[in-house]
T-cell receptor, first 114, second 115 residues
Framework: SQQGEEDPQALSIQEGENATMNCSYK?????LQWYRQNSGRGLVHLIL?????REKHSGRLRVTLDTSKKSSSLLITASRAADTASYFC??????????????FGKGTKLSVIP | ETGVTQTPRHLVMGMTNKKSLKCEQH?????MYWYKQSAKKPLELMFV???????ENNSVPSRFSPECPNSSHLFLHLHTLQPEDSALYLC??????????????FGPGTRLLVL
C-alpha cells in the first residue's frame, strides 16, 4: 500500500514566493526523504530527515517532521523558475530479512512562473 | 549528473520484441534497484540487488528479467511486453546496501513505449 502521499497534487506560484508541500504517511518510519524530479528525468535526492529530528535546513529548503501526526512538509523559499519540478517524499519500510525499501508518493507538481 | 547512467534513454518496441535496458553506476555502491514510473502512479520498486544478489522481487511479471553481473552494472531484459508496460524505467543505487536506510541515487531513466 502507498506509504507517502503528497499534498497538493499540483502547485503554481510566482517566482520569489515560497512553496510548501506536505507529505503524510501511515506507518512508523526511521527516516523520511524528499526527492525532486524534472520532467522525464531521474529523481534527485534533496534532504533526509530522521525520525528523531523535527526540522532540517539545506539552502533554500526547510523540512519539518511531525511523527505524532505522521506528516512532513517541504518549504522552498524565494522560489525560482528552475525549481519547477515534481517533488516526492519517500519513507523507508522494513521489507524483512534486513532489507529496507523506499516507498514513494505520487508527488507534488510545482510550477514556478517567472 | 548523479553518477548513474542508463541506456537507451528512449525505446520503442513491439510486443514480440526482446530488448534490454542497461544501468551503470560509477559510485562504488553496493545496492542497485529497478523502479517503474507510470503516469499518475507512485514510483514502483521492481527489483533490488545487494552485492550482486537479488534480494527483492516485488511480484514483477516474468516478462521482466533482471541481471546483475557485477556491482556496477544492472540490466533489465524485456520480452513479450504489453502496452501497459509503457513507462519510465528508473535505475538507482545506494552505498551500503539495502540493509540500511540511506539515500538512493537515480539514473535519468529509459522511456519505454510498447506498441
Amino acid at each position: 500500500s502507498q506509504q507517502g502521499e503528497e499534498d497538493p497534487q499540483a502547485l503554481s506560484i510566482q517566482e520569489g514566493e515560497n512553496a510548501t508541500m506536505n507529505c503524510s504517511y501511515k506507518t512508523s518510519i526511521n527516516n523520511l526523504q524528499w526527492y525532486r524530479q524534472n520532467s522525464g528525468r531521474g529523481l534527485v535526492h534533496l534532504i533526509l530527515i530522521r525520525s528523531n529530528e523535527r526540522e532540517k535546513h539545506s539552502g533554500r529548503l526547510r523540512v519539518t517532521l511531525d511523527t505524532s501526526k505522521k506528516s512532513s512538509s517541504l518549504l522552498i523559499t524565494a522560489s525560482r523558475a528552475a525549481d519547477t519540478a515534481s517533488y516526492f517524499c519517500a519513507t523507508d519500510a522494513d521489507s524483512g530479512a534486513g532489507s529496507y525499501q523506499l516507498t514513494f508518493g505520487k508527488g507534488t507538481k510545482l510550477s514556478v512562473i517567472p | 549528473e548523479t553518477g548513474v547512467t542508463q541506456t537507451p534513454r528512449h525505446l520503442v518496441m513491439g510486443m514480440t520484441n526482446k530488448k534490454s535496458l542497461k544501468c551503470e553506476q560509477h559510485l562504488g555502491h553496493n545496492a542497485m534497484y529497478w523502479y517503474k514510473q507510470s503516469a499518475k502512479k507512485p514510483l514502483e520498486l521492481m527489483f533490488v540487488y545487494n552485492f550482486k544478489e537479488q534480494t527483492e522481487n516485488n511480484s514483477v511479471p516474468s516478462r521482466f528479467s533482471p541481471e546483475c553481473p557485477n556491482s556496477s552494472h544492472l540490466f533489465l531484459h524485456l520480452h513479450t511486453l504489453q502496452p501497459e508496460d509503457s513507462a519510465l524505467y528508473l535505475c538507482a543505487s545506494s552505498p551500503l546496501g539495502s540493509g540500511t536506510q540511506e539515500t538512493q541515487y537515480f539514473g535519468p531513466g529509459t522511456r519505454l513505449l510498447v506498441l
